[in-house]
């Protein structure tokens, strides 16, 4: 079973950067295609990035395209969100989620998603 947990959120200012983990335990990350999510109070669910097992794809949501940036660390059985320039309207919580079937195509729909981690919270406000 595999089991995956985010860290790295917090309060920046507009304009600041983080970079979140989404680190794999039970089975190699490696294995499967992974998606960030992120969900604001009041708003839907919202892909921002995918990067396909093998580390050759990756997609970005429109809203941060050309400011985030995704790359996996198969050695340390981890996915980072790099977030660069970071807006207000980037605040909500992150999640990480793996589909199930090795080597899936990246999608940015949730649905597509069977395992999932707890979340972490990105505020950014000055």
């Known amino acids: 079973q595999l089991q995956l947990v985010e860290s790295g959120g917090g309060l920046v200012q507009p304009g600041g950067s983080l970079r979140l983990s989404c680190a794999a335990s039970g089975l190699p990350l490696s294995y499967y295609t992974i998606g960030w999510f992120r969900q604001a109070p009041g708003k839907e669910r919202e892909g921002v990035s995918c990067?396909?097992?093998?580390?050759?794809?990756?997609e970005y949501g429109d809203s941060v395209k050309g400011r985030f940036t995704i790359f996996r660390d198969n050695t340390k059985n981890t996915v980072y969100l790099q977030m660069n320039s970071l807006k207000p309207e980037d605040t909500a919580v992150y999640s990480c989620a793996a589909r199930r079937s090795f080597g899936a195509m990246c999608s940015m729909r949730g649905s597509d998603y069977g395992y999932w981690g707890q979340g972490t919270q990105v505020t950014v406000s000055s």
């Open positions: 990067i396909r097992s093998g580390g050759g794809t990756t």
